[in-house]
């Protein structure tokens, strides 16, 4: 199981639920949980928080998120 599907299931949250929260298509959750598409996005982020110390959202614009 995936770090992503295993933080959703302690939260008790669904797939869709995760999707809704965020926008996009639940496909798009199920992906992550296979590590499939965007996950290198999360990487990369993460990396930039690292070098910048900063959180996420830090990183963009309020009109994005």
Same mark, same amino acid.
């Given at each position: 199981?995936? $770090? #992503?599907? &295993?933080? $959703? @299931?302690?939260? /008790?949250?669904? +797939?869709? +639920?995760?999707? @809704?929260? *965020? /926008?996009?298509? #639940?496909?798009? #959750?199920?992906?992550?949980? &296979?590590? $499939?598409? /965007?996950? &290198? ?5 993460? &990396? *930039?928080?690292? *070098? ?7 990183l963009f614009e309020d009109e994005v998120i």
């Amino acid at each position: 199981m995936s $770090r #992503v599907a &295993k933080l $959703r @299931e302690e939260k /008790g949250l669904t +797939q869709r +639920q995760i999707a @809704e929260a *965020l /926008g996009v298509d #639940v496909s798009t #959750v199920r992906n992550w949980e &296979k590590s $499939r598409d /965007g996950v &290198k996005m999360f990487v990369r982020v993460a &990396k *930039l928080c690292n *070098l910048f110390e900063c959180q996420p959202d830090d990183l963009f614009e309020d009109e994005v998120i």
